[in-house]
């Protein structure tokens, strides 16, 4: 989840919408 997480970071990044999925991603 590390690898997946670090990808999600940098989605969220470049997208608002990315960014709060990556931050309930991270929650879970």
Do not use: F
Request: glycine share 14%; proline share 0%; no cysteine.
């Amino acid at each position: 989840m590390d690898l997946h997480g670090k990808n999600a970071v940098i989605t969220g990044a470049s997208s608002g919408i990315g960014k709060v999925v990556a931050l309930t991603l991270a929650k879970e």
